[in-house]
């Protein structure tokens, strides 16, 4: 039997190009070695989510005034809770599977040719072929037994101290979550600002807050050697000595392209990622790649957008992707939340004038709204609590080529944190009704 398309991995760009393709009719398969769901649903988004929602709990309760915390968390219990949900996420994924007849081969796929591949001792034949082999950790060696993503989300202490290798996203949000949840965490960065390639304007509240938290940053600063004696030792180049419980290290992903076949194919790369065109198609015929592997931003929800466009294109209806209003969220605090481009206007709303945000004890961040020299808008920055539930907003606004006054004039609830987008947007074209300026 030939299927009309075999996935390969089933994280959030593969299992969602398999569902797509079964949804319009098609025989489809995909294979996954490990989970269904991928780094994302098990190891990533979802738990990591899971535990900045508990720490956030906990820390706003413990510096609300006059509330007393007694708490005695066991994370071995919150640990089996945090499995059941995502075994509930992944067994829906499967579920679904079944639904649409997307036929789920657990073990390790190795691509043969580009119509053939071969899973455990059978050989599959294939028209298309998608790889989703989604990204690993990149690794310094000689560092020993430290702590990747999927060791520290598994814990089941708190450290009492922590030092985080690498202040991206990463570094960033989980530094958050364990010092709230008691720990000393110092985060060691090589470049001169943690979340490089983030505007300032949006990082510089959250190193605020970081600053609060009792996180120690070290910026500029590179690591030498990590070694362990019991506890880690971490040495910097310029001699300082680091001591923790446990380190994390967490300086970016790669894309995983070993040992599956791929150089069968001899596809074209780009760098290390492999060459795709606006439809998601490689350099061989009939083969598309997915999500990590095929490119940055390493992101699950630019992996959904691939996964429907490669669907799509495999099942002869041409479609292009087009990521102008690519919404990028770190789960920091407050969370960091941007989309499109910054334009050549800006307008500006503060948080500490927005009443939710007041009633929720958070007085810092900003709304920034990005327009065009006409007035369209083009991309926003917003350093707010659950700016992650607002980019959307602003992305439709890119895409449906809308002004401030759109935004401005459109009714939002009250009192929600969005209003301060809305009085952001307002500022555009008058003024804020609750700050003066604002232009
Ligand atoms: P990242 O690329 O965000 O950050 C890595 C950081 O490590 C950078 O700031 C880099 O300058 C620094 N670094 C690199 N080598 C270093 C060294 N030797 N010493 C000190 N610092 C060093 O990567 P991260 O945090 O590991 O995340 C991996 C991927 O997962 C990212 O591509 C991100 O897109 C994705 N992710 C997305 C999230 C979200 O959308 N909210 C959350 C978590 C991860």
């Known amino acids: 039997m030939r299927y009309d398309a075999i996935v390969i991995g089933a994280g959030p760009g593969g299992y969602a190009t398999a569902i797509r393709i079964a949804q319009k ?7 996954e070695k490990d989970r269904v769901g991928g780094e994302c649903l098990n190891y990533g988004c979802i738990p990591s989510k899971a535990l900045i929602e508990l720490a956030n709990s ?6 609300m005034p006059g509330m007393k915390l007694d708490l005695s968390p066991d994370f071995e219990e919150w ?53 989703a082999t989604g990204s690993v950790p990149a690794t310094i060696a000689g560092f020993g037994d430290v702590w990747y993503n999927r060791d520290i989300l598994d ?6 101290s922590l030092v985080i290798i690498g202040g991206g996203y990463i570094g960033i949000e989980l530094g958050t979550a364990f010092s709230k949840l008691g720990s000393k965490v110092t985060v060691v960065e090589m470049m001169d600002s943690i979340l490089p390639g983030v505007d300032r304007d949006l990082v510089s509240p959250v190193e605020r807050k970081l600053k609060s938290l009792g996180v120690e940053v070290k910026t500029s600063a590179r690591v030498k050697e990590v070694t362990r004696q019991g506890t880690f030792t971490v040495k910097l180049e310029d001699g300082t000595e680091l001591n923790a419980e446990n380190v994390l290290l967490t300086v970016g992903r ?27 198609a490689t350099s061989v015929q009939g083969v598309y790649a997915v999500g990590d592997v095929s490119g940055e931003p390493m992101l699950a929800h630019k992996a959904y957008y691939d996964a429907d466009v490669a669907a799509d294109n495999i099942c002869g209806e041409e479609r292009h992707v087009e ?9 920091s605090d407050p969370e960091i939340s941007y989309t499109g481009t910054k334009g050549e206007k800006v307008s500006v709303f503060p948080v500490a004038a927005n009443g939710r945000s007041l009633g929720m004890n958070n007085s810092v961040g900003t709304y920034r709204v990005y327009y065009d ?24 606004a890119v895409e449906a080529g809308l002004m401030g006054m759109d935004l401005g004039l459109t009714i939002h609830p009250h009192p929600t944190i969005s209003e301060g987008l ?18």
Request: charge should be positive; glycine fraction near 10%.
């Open 373 to 396: 020299s006409s007035g369209y808008i083009t991309g926003a920055g917003l350093v707010a609590p659950h700016s992650s539930e607002m980019i959307s907003e602003v992305s439709l």
């Open 25 to 31: 009719g098609k025989k489809v398969l995909v294979a």
């Open 323 to 331: 990521y102008k209003a690519m919404p990028f969220v770190i789960y």
């Open 155 to 160: 814990f089941k202490k708190v450290p009492e």
């Open 254 to 280: 790669r894309p995983n392209t070993e040992g599956f076949g791929l150089e069968n194919l001899k596809l074209e790369m780009n760098g290390r990622f492999i060459k795709t065109d606006s439809r998601k």
């Open 422 to 439: 809305r009085e952001a947007a307002e500022a555009s074209y008058g003024k804020a009704l609750h700050f003066k300026s604002g232009r």
């Open 58 to 63: 906990i820390a706003y309760l413990r510096d």
């Open 79 to 131: 640990q089996k809770w945090k499995w059941s949900m995502v075994n509930k996420l992944t067994g829906g994924v499967e579920t679904l599977f079944k639904a649409y007849g997307v036929e789920l081969r657990k073990g390790s796929a190795t691509i043969l040719d580009r119509n053939t591949v071969r899973i455990g001792e059978n050989e599959l034949e294939c028209e298309n072929l998608v790889i």
